[in-house]
């Protein structure tokens, strides 16, 4: 049986990691839309373009997880971007707004984006990396 016909496994790692991902990525959607005007005004007070892109960001990449879940390789690939864009505009928040801790938050992006790549290697015939189309 060639390897596109043959029934695909997901490892159980890969599984809750990816549901977690999705889960947490789903929540901080919610929160961005109905939390940031207290958060913004009560911790950050962050210029006007933060929300839509952070909004957009977070969309982007839960499409990109949920990609990954269905064996699309294009959903790492956009994981990546997503999460490097992310590197970058928690640094222009911890640079230009003097919040230091965003830049721990862009760490956390690209921990995860490791923490996928390698329960993608993970599991012998299982792996996921190779299933991906």
Known sequence: MSHR???????GCLSVLLWLLMLVQSLSLLVQVFYYQ???HGLFHLAPWVQPVMLAL?????TCLIA?????????YGVVVSRLMSLIYYLIIALHWGNPHTLGLGLYQVAGLIVIYIALQMGGSNKGWDQLE
């Not at 016909?5 to 490892?11: F, S, V």
């Open 58 to 62: 977070i969309a982007f990449d839960l």
């Open 68 to 76: 990954i879940y269905f064996w699309k390789k294009w959903g790492f």
């Open 5 to 11: 016909h043959r029934r695909k496994e997901r490892h």
């Open 38 to 40: 207290s958060l913004n």
